[in-house]
């Protein structure tokens, strides 16, 4: 099956720069991945994803990239703000799997003001 | 914004004990899925249904039991607690068809605590 691994696993970083987290998969039929946030308290909520034949998308301060060819993504926020501290987590599946979502293990950002 | 509703929000019972935690959507989805989140923050998928009547074991082995007999309702049941179920349990689902764009929307969990 699918084997997402996601680092850091923690990041700290100041108000207005940058934060990048990585993923790698292992399934090179995987065609779609998505990126979540979880708040505290709350379910994981999508806030960006990839399918296989688009190499970058952008959503006013968050993109992903994609290399399919190396099976690594990674979401990048620019300009950090507080609200941005939560956890992240990446996910990939094949869509014709009925979207059971294979999840990395998680990023906990913090953004210090 | 997502309608999908999971109660209780929070349980803490004895060992033993039978428990069946509720998930619930309006959104007229026919996929749902619970994962486990442990502390550690992985999110591991344990059940899913694709519909009524369809349900299937997830990656993580689980001792919890599903069922899947109305769309909307989509419980998840563990027969005699124990503390190594002491976890978080995310309930999910996703659209159909032309409305299945591969986004999961999420409850706000059920966190267990089996003493």
């Known amino acids: 099956g699918e084997n997402v691994e996601q680092h850091p696993s923690t990041l700290s970083v100041q108000e207005g720069d940058s934060a990048v987290i990585k993923c790698t998969y292992s399934?090179?039929?995987?065609?779609?991945f998505p990126w979540y946030k979880q708040e505290l308290g709350k379910g994981p909520q999508l806030i960006i994803d990839?399918?296989?034949?688009?190499g970058e998308k952008k959503d006013q301060r968050i993109a992903v990239t994609l290399n399919k060819t190396a099976k690594h993504f990674s979401l990048h926020i620019t300009e950090t703000q507080p609200e941005d501290s939560a956890v992240y987590f990446c996910?990939?599946?094949?869509?014709?799997?009925?979207?059971?979502?294979?999840f990395g293990g998680g990023t906990r950002v913090l953004v210090k003001p | 914004e997502a309608d999908i509703y999971q109660t209780p929000r929070y349980l803490v019972i004895g060992t033993g004990k039978k428990i069946t935690l509720e998930c619930s959507q309006t959104m007229g989805h026919d996929k749902m899925y619970w994962y486990q989140q442990d502390p550690g923050m992985e999110l591991h998928l344990i059940h899913y249904?694709?519909?009524?009547?369809?349900?299937e074991k997830g990656d993580l082995s689980s001792e919890s039991t599903v069922s899947r007999i109305r769309t909307e309702h989509f419980p998840l049941t563990l027969e005699s607690a124990r503390p190594s179920h002491t976890s978080q349990y995310l309930c999910?689902?996703?659209?159909?068809?032309?409305?299945?764009?591969?986004?999961?929307?999420f409850g706000e969990g059920s966190r267990l605590t089996v003493l």
């Open positions: 996910a990939a599946s094949r869509r014709a799997a009925g979207n059971k979502l294979t």
């Open positions: 249904s694709y519909g009524v009547n369809s349900t």
């Open positions: 999910a689902s996703s659209g159909t068809g032309i409305f299945d764009t591969g986004e999961l929307f």
């Open positions: 399934d090179s039929a995987s065609n779609y």
């Open positions: 990839i399918r296989s034949n688009v």
